[in-house]
């Protein structure tokens, strides 16, 4: 009788899995790295719920609890795709606007900062990538 119950139990937590993983793997394209960092994130986020609830049956549950958190936090700055928006703002300091394509062409010292307003981006975001996967792969 005990071993039925367990099915039983493990069933509903299988049905309570399919509802919470179904919105994620619905929206998830075999091209989009997007819902990759996304799965990945629901994942982690997931697991950091259990390592801080009652059912987390290891001596360091809140330690392994904050280094995921470390990583959603990092995932969520990953998806923002904010890096050249946040690099810009050195930008808009000085010139008030974006510059349109002639501007550039034209402006040589508006060309140089905005040239390196995204290469300052795109070395963040790697920064990112790095740090998130450097950080996994320990634990």
């Known amino acids: 009788m005990k071993n039925i119950w367990y099915h039983i139990r493990q069933f509903f937590q299988s049905v309570n899995n399919l509802i919470i ?3 994620i793997i619905f929206k998830d394209r075999q091209w989009d790295d997007f819902y ?8 982690l986020f997931l697991m ?15 330690r392994d609890a904050e280094n995921i958190h470390i990583a959603v936090t990092t995932l969520d700055r990953m998806q923002s795709m ?3 928006e946040e690099e810009l703002l050195a930008y808009y ?4 606007e974006l510059p349109g394509f002639d501007e ?7 060309s ?13 975001e ?3 990538y790095d740090f998130l996967f450097d950080h996994l792969c320990p634990h």
């Open 48 to 62: 950091e719920q259990f390592y801080r609830g009652p059912k987390a049956h290891h001596l360091n549950a809140l």
């Open 36 to 43: 990759f960092f996304e799965i990945m994130r629901k994942k």
């Open 21 to 23: 993983w179904f919105p």
């Open 82 to 84: 904010n890096y050249l």
């Open 126 to 128: 790697q920064e990112d």
């Open 112 to 124: 140089n900062l905005f040239g390196k307003c995204g290469r300052k981006a795109n070395s963040t």
């Open 104 to 110: 550039l062409e034209k402006d040589s010292e508006k």
């Open 93 to 96: 300091a000085e010139y008030d």
